[in-house]
C-alpha cells in the first residue's frame, strides 16, 4: 500500500475514535480512487475514474556521406548494404514526441479503459547526390510517417478476459526469434525487429480492431481479434499520409495461444489475411519458443506465410523463415550459437532457399569491461537469367563494452565484410570492406538517455550520430 493510503487510513482512524473530529475528517476516509484500482504513476483523479499519464520526447541527429549505398547480397526478404563515399554530405534531423492517457473506472466485469495516445513525427532527410549525379538533392523522409496523427485510440473492459475496440496494436505474438548471438543473423536483420517473421513481422496488423485476451491461468493465455479492418495502406510521401484501402486485404483474423512459465515461454500466432471481403487471401503462422536451462538457452523459431502479398510482388510467393539459437553462460564468458534459413516456393524470380548462421564469444576481462568476438555468414541462392549466381557474405566484428562509471558505458567495435557478394559490386573498390565504430552513452538517471556514435568504413563512408530520450509515466 502507498504511503499516502496509509497515512490516509491513519488519519481516518484518528477521526472516527473522536465523534468531534468526525465530521471534519469525514472527506479523508474514503481512498482515492486511483489506489483502489491499484493505479499508480502520474494520475489525476475524479470520484469515479482514474487518469493516468505518460509520455516522452527522442531527438536524433545524424551527419556524415552515409546515404549512398552498395548493395552487398540482396534477396527478396534479406537486404544488406553498406555505405559509400559519394562525395558529399548528408544528414537527417528527427524529434518524436508522444503523450498518452488511460482513463480507467471500475465495472461489474472489471477495469473500463479508455486509451488516446497520440504521436508527432519531425523529421527532415537530406540526400546529397542522389543515385550518384553530383549536385543532384532530395529532402525527403524515407517513406517513414511524419507529422501529428492518434497513435492509438480504443476502449477495453475486463480483468482476466479483456474484451477491446478501436485502433490499436496488434495482440499476435511475434517473440521468441531473434539469435543470442551478438552480430545477430543476415536474413534476420532484414526484419523489422530481428526475427523469423516475413515483410517487417507481417502486412496488415493493428490498425481498426476488436480483439479479446484471456488468461486462463498456471501461465496460459489466448487471444482471437479481427485487425486491420480500415487496411490503410499508407503513402508517406513529402506531402503528408495518404491512404488507399485494399479491399480484397482488409480485415485479418488473428488467433493466440502463448505460454509463460518457469524457464519457457511460447506461442503460437495464426493470421488469415482479406477477411472481409468473404474470401480469406492469404494465411500465415508464427512460433517461437525459448527454454532456460541452468546455464544454457534454447531458442526455436518459424515462421510460415502462404500467398505471400496475394500475389502482387514476386508471384504467390510462400515463404518460410526458421531460425536455431543456442547459448551457453559460465562463470567469465559467454558462447552462443544461431543458424537460420529462407525459402521461397512459387515466386515468379523462381525457387529459392537461403541460410546462414553466426556465433560468438563474449568474455567479463573485469568489473564492468566485455569483449564480444563474433562471425556470421549468409548463403545467398540466387538464380539471374537462368544462370546460377549464388553469392556469400562473412562479416567479422570484436566488440569491447565498458562501464567507465555507473552512468557512463563506452563501446567500441571493428569488423569487416568479405565474400564474392562484395567483390561482384561495382561500388566496391575491393573485394573487402572494413569497418570501426565507437559509441559513448550517457544516463544520469531521471529516464533521461543520451549517446554520440561515430562510425567510417573503408569505402570512405562515415556518420556521426547524437541521439537524447526522455520518457514519464
Not at 39 to 49: A, K, R
Not at 116 to 137: C, F, M, P, S
Not at 155 to 162: L, Y
Not at 335 to 348: C, F, R
Request: hydrophobic share 40%.
Amino acid at each position: 500500500m502507498k504511503l499516502k493510503s496509509l497515512i490516509l487510513g491513519s488519519v481516518a482512524a484518528a477521526g472516527l475514535s473522536t465523534a468531534g473530529f468526525a465530521a471534519d475528517l469525514g472527506v479523508l476516509t474514503s481512498l482515492d480512487v486511483c489506489d483502489a484500482l491499484g493505479l499508480s504513476g502520474l494520475t489525476i483523479s475524479s470520484e469515479t475514474n482514474c487518469l493516468q499519464l505518460s509520455g516522452g520526447v527522442s531527438y536524433e541527429f545524424n551527419y556524415g556521406d552515409y546515404r549512398t549505398e552498395g548493395t552487398v547480397a540482396a534477396t527478396f526478404d534479406s537486404n544488406r548494404a553498406i555505405s559509400i563515399d559519394d562525395g558529399a554530405a548528408d544528414w537527417a534531423t528527427k524529434v518524436e514526441a508522444w503523450l498518452k492517457a488511460v482513463g480507467t473506472a471500475d465495472s461489474d466485469f472489471g477495469p473500463a479503459k479508455a486509451v488516446i495516445k497520440i504521436k508527432e513525427v519531425d523529421l527532415t532527410r537530406v540526400y546529397r547526390n542522389v543515385n550518384g549525379v553530383a549536385g543532384v538533392n532530395s529532402v525527403d523522409n524515407d517513406g517513414e510517417r511524419v507529422g501529428l496523427y492518434i497513435d492509438e485510440a480504443y476502449v477495453s473492459v475486463g480483468d482476466t478476459t479483456v474484451l477491446m475496440a478501436g485502433k490499436k496494436s496488434s495482440i499476435a505474438e511475434l517473440g521468441d526469434d531473434a539469435p543470442f548471438n551478438f552480430l545477430g543473423l543476415f536474413s534476420s536483420d532484414g526484419i523489422d525487429g530481428k526475427g523469423v517473421g516475413i515483410d517487417g513481422d507481417y502486412t496488415g496488423l493493428g490498425g481498426h480492431s476488436i480483439q479479446v485476451v484471456s488468461d486462463l491461468g498456471n501461465g496460459v493465455r489466448v487471444g482471437a481479434g479481427l485487425e486491420n479492418l480500415n487496411d490503410e495502406t499508407p503513402n508517406f510521401g513529402s506531402g503528408g499520409l495518404q491512404n488507399a484501402v485494399n479491399i480484397a486485404r482488409a480485415g485479418t483474423l488473428v488467433g493466440v495461444v502463448s505460454y509463460a512459465g518457469e524457464g519457457l515461454t511460447a506461442h503460437v500466432t495464426g493470421l488469415g489475411f482479406g477477411l472481409l471481403d468473404g474470401n480469406i487471401e492469404s494465411w500465415a503462422v508464427h512460433a517461437g519458443a525459448t527454454g532456460t536451462f541452468d546455464a544454457f538457452k534454447v531458442r526455436g523459431a518459424v515462421s510460415y506465410w502462404d500467398n505471400f502479398k496475394f500475389g502482387t510482388q514476386n508471384g504467390n510467393n510462400d515463404l518460410l523463415n526458421a531460425l536455431l539459437s543456442v547459448e551457453g553462460t559460465f562463470d567469465l564468458f559467454k558462447i552462443a550459437l544461431s543458424g537460420e534459413v529462407a525459402n521461397n516456393t512459387g515466386g515468379a524470380a523462381g525457387d529459392y532457399t537461403d541460410y546462414g548462421f553466426g556465433g560468438s564469444v563474449g568474455v567479463n576481462v573485469s568489473e564492468g569491461v566485455d569483449i564480444n568476438l563474433g562471425a556470421r555468414y549468409f548463403f545467398d541462392d540466387v538464380t539471374a537469367a537462368g544462370v546460377n549466381a549464388d553469392k556469400s557474405t562473412w562479416q567479422v566484428a570484436a566488440q569491447i563494452v565498458a562501464a567507465v562509471t555507473q552512468t557512463i558505458k563506452v563501446t567500441g567495435e571493428v569488423g569487416g565484410y568479405f565474400g564474392n557478394a562484395i567483390a561482384d559490386n561495382a561500388a566496391f573498390a575491393n573485394d573487402n570492406v572494413f569497418y570501426g565504430s565507437a559509441e559513448l552513452a550517457w544516463a544520469p538517471g531521471g529516464g533521461f538517455t543520451s549517446s554520440v556514435k561515430g562510425e567510417v568504413n573503408s569505402e570512405s563512408a562515415y556518420k556521426v550520430t547524437f541521439k537524447a530520450a526522455k520518457s514519464f509515466e
